[in-house]
């Protein structure tokens, strides 16, 4: 045992290395584990887009940027590890893409005063940086999301959704869970039946779920699956010929991994999107003249133009924004984890800085204030088209219910607050 | 020639029967004992901590109290995670129900609560054996974790169903909550850790041990020399689920500081911790110590050699990392099934004769 922590004393010591100046993104990302399928993309991404920066421009204001991944396989424990493994080497930002290794990060960083970014993830609450300082989670969340959903329903059957039935087929997880306060509002306020169907980690076994869906005939089915679970479920709703337009992915459930496998059944399948789909961005011809062509990009390099690729490019690009407004703020070009905050703080995406980046028409404009640490809620619904392959943007990007939502997010992060004793900013 | 019995004069039935005969072990062990109570916390960070140390000190609680259940009473369990569960909603539920009373007590309150759920669990190993008491351990492993999933009593009707441990001081030190000194969550499982080991080494060398240790090896001649099978068997799940409620409970409240049921607990937490004393040797206290090593450091050690070392990609290593520690277990069990223990105990055997062993 000695000899193993002599061993493993030299490995840390060799994975610390010499200090560089640079400004390290950590990527917390899953390439392997059950969730794998979905985790390449967004890591892919999220390297290939700062190795764009670095080829393009040099990295961010002329400091290079270094991409540290470290694999966690969504295993809360494995990231606990890489944060701590990662945070010595000046990690500037986390987005672990797991709720739940988001809550284990929520308390360390913000003692380690080091920002977090959950992009449409995590700690919903967290939207309420006059409590949550170290946490972001723009541009929308999981709150957000339902009722983005429930608002695109409302639209369909002209306002009112009084007496139709909605089921909610979720992860029994603490993701999975996030919607259900919201729409319990929601369906108070709009006279809809809302009824729970909880599926448990991974996801592959959901027949007792589909067959008292099957029974209870509702309306429509929302679905706040991730991985395996979400294709398990379109196959369900397939197999009991559920119609495909009435059954509404979060996000997360919107991706090629989730409908490909169903082929034709799939067709009509919709999901929520943050940002458009496909690769007609001239972002991408930077992207391809830089490092695709370069043999740089990460991965197989057989990701791109993906939803969940183009999740991960935003991320990315959102980093690098509030990076470069951090060095702004400060005049620094060598910034730290805490200037970072205030640069993500600060941040304001406006059309044209979109276009300006090569992402034009690629998302809705959206600022971050000290208040606000979520954005405005906006999300599109997006619509599977199974011959052609293709996801569709079907309805402009919907602004979220905040008169439901904001009551909900002042309580819980007040609960938050006092639980911890936090003193509320801003003021 | 130096590790022997020779010179070393036992003069009391107490010195005959103590833990460590040989001198030199016993130096060995206080050296240990002082190394880790006394230098590490001065030299420890963060990292060490919540990577090696934490997970380490956890695990071999845990490991401890699934051995005295399946090393020396046999009965194989496989809700492992589901106690550990239940040990750290208890310490939860303690903790923000009774905020001013000292962490401690609640995490051995959580033992306790763990200990009783356990033999509840435990009353059909008293009409079943072997695979099929394992199926009802199962049982209870899927029953309590989605016991937890479902009731919102348990996670204080959280939106999320996560559960979060609030800070919590030990002589005004905290050792719960993010603002923890890293020797301080270290100092204070270790101390969890001697206290088990030292109890668990006791128990199991004393009566109760040895009616364990009887029913293990044939319970029917156990009962006819006059051991109480109904006895034995719930003691045996009372203690081994007192310990294993103890590391939930640490596991939860310092190590990871939020968790989630499934997540957490799940099924793949059972297996683990079996793992562990198959690996480390069941029936032995080293083992539980060297198997809960064996699992935690290695894949450490792996990720940090190939990654951080090598500079290989992180699926790349991670897929090596299965591989590797795959490949290890099936050449240790077959080079020695009966786990690192006994590999242990041969090189002692072989030290005490070299350099003569004829």
């Known amino acids: ?427 | 020639m130096f590790y022997r019995e020779a010179g070393d004069f036992k003069t009391s039935y107490e010195d005959d029967g103590q833990t460590f005969p040989l001198r030199i072990d016993r130096w060995g062990y206080y050296l240990i004992v002082a190394v880790a109570l006394v230098l590490v916390p001065f030299v420890i960070n963060d990292y060490w901590v919540n990577a090696v140390f934490l997970p380490l000190l956890i695990y071999a609680i845990a490991a401890i109290g699934l051995n005295i259940l399946t090393g020396y009473c046999g009965q194989v369990s496989l809700g492992t995670g589901g106690f550990m569960a239940v040990g750290a909603y208890g310490c939860y539920k303690l903790m923000t129900a009774f905020p001013d009373v000292n962490i401690t007590f609640h995490i051995i309150a959580a033992g306790i609560i763990t200990a009783a759920v356990g033999v509840v669990f435990g009353l059909p190993s008293l009409r079943i054996k072997g695979f099929y008491l394992a199926v009802a351990t199962l049982a209870a492993q899927f029953f309590l974790v989605w016991l937890f999933n479902r009731v919102s009593w348990f996670y204080n009707y959280s939106a999320s169903g996560q559960i979060s441990a609030p800070e919590r001081t030990v002589f005004s030190v905290p050792v719960t909550g993010p603002e923890t000194p890293p020797w301080a969550a270290y100092l204070f499982c270790l101390l969890f850790v001697i206290a088990c080991a030292w109890i668990a080494r006791n128990l199991t060398r004393g009566a109760m041990g040895r009616s364990w240790m009887a029913i293990r090896d044939m319970d029917i001649a156990a009962e006819i020399i006059g051991v109480n099978p109904l006895k034995a068997k719930l003691t045996a799940f009372a203690v081994s689920s007192f310990f294993v409620g103890i590391a939930g409970a640490l596991f939860f409240a310092v190590y990871l500081g939020a968790v989630e049921v499934g997540e957490a607990f799940g099924i793949q937490k059972s297996f683990l911790v079996l793992f562990m004393i198959i690996i480390g040797g069941l029936g032995s206290i080293f083992g539980s110590f060297a198997g809960a090593a064996f699992m935690v450091l290695l894949p450490v050690l792996l990720k940090n050699v190939l990654v951080g070392g090598l500079g290989w990609p992180t699926d790349l290593a991670a897929h090596l990392e299965f591989m590797i520690v795959g490949g290890l277990i099936v050449f240790f069990l077959i080079v020695e099934p009966h786990g690192l223990a006994q590999l242990w105990r041969l090189t002692k055997e072989k030290l005490r004769l070299w350099p003569f062993p004829h």
Not at chain 1, 103 to 111: H, T, V
Not at chain 1, 148 to 169: M, P, Q, R, T, Y
Not at chain 1, 217 to 229: H, K, Q, R, S, T
């Open chain 1, 1 to 427: 045992m000695k000899k193993t922590l002599t061993m493993l004393a030299l490995g840390a010591a060799v994975a610390a290395g010499p200090a560089l100046a640079d400004l390290v993104f950590p990527s917390l990302d899953y390439r392997t584990g059950p969730y794998a399928a979905n985790g390449i993309p967004l890591a892919d991404a999220y390297a290939d887009y700062f190795t764009m920066l670095n080829e393009r421009d040099g990295g961010i204001g002329g400091v290079a940027t270094r991409v540290l991944p470290c694999e966690t396989a969504y295993n809360t424990e494995k990231g606990v590890e890489c944060y701590e493994a990662t945070k010595a080497e000046g990690g500037l930002v986390y987005q672990p893409y797991s709720t739940g290794i988001t809550y284990q990060l929520i308390p360390r960083a913000s003692s380690d005063s080091i920002p977090i970014h959950s992009m449409g993830y995590g700690r919903t609450s967290a939207k309420n940086g006059s409590i949550f300082e170290w946490v972001f989670n723009y541009p929308a969340n999981y709150w957000d999301g339902a009722s983005i959903a429930i608002k695109h329903l409302l639209e369909e059957n002209g306002g009112d959704l009084s007496g139709k039935k909605v089921a909610l087929v979720y992860h029994n997880s603490a993701y999975g869970k996030e919607p259900i306060r919201t729409l319990e509002e929601l369906s108070a306020k709009h006279g809809f039946e809302l009824s729970l169907l909880p599926v448990d980690h991974p996801g592959q076994e959901q027949k007792s779920q589909w067959l008292q869906i099957r029974r209870e005939a509702p309306d429509y089915v929302l679905m706040w699956g991730w991985g395996v679970m979400n294709q398990t479920a379109i196959q369900e709703a397939a197999n009991i010929r559920f119609p495909m337009e009435n059954f509404i992915g979060v996000w997360w459930s919107g991706s090629e991994n989730d409908v490909v496998p169903v082929g034709e059944a799939a067709d009509g399948y919709k999901a929520l999107a943050l940002t458009a789909p496909g690769s007609d961005f001239s972002v991408y011809d930077d992207l391809k003249t830089h490092v695709y062509d370069k043999g740089l990009a990460a991965g197989a390099g057989d990701q791109s133009g993906s939803v969940l690729y183009n999740r991960g490019l935003y991320a990315a690009m959102l980093a690098a924004e509030a990076a470069r407004k951090a060095q702004e703020i400060h005049g620094e070009a060598d910034i730290t984890p805490a200037m970072m905050r205030d640069g993500m703080e600060a941040l304001d995406i406006t059309e044209e800085l979109l276009a300006d980046r090569g992402f034009a028409g690629f998302a809705p404009a959206f600022s971050v204030s000290c208040e606000n640490h979520g954005g405005n809620g906006m999300g599109a619904v997006q619509q599977w088209n199974a011959t052609e392959g293709t996801w569709t943007l079907i309805t402009d990007y919907i602004e979220s219910d905040q008169e439901v939502i904001q009551p909900l997010i002042d309580a819980d992060s007040q609960a938050y607050a006092d639980e911890n004793g936090i003193e509320p900013r801003c003021n």
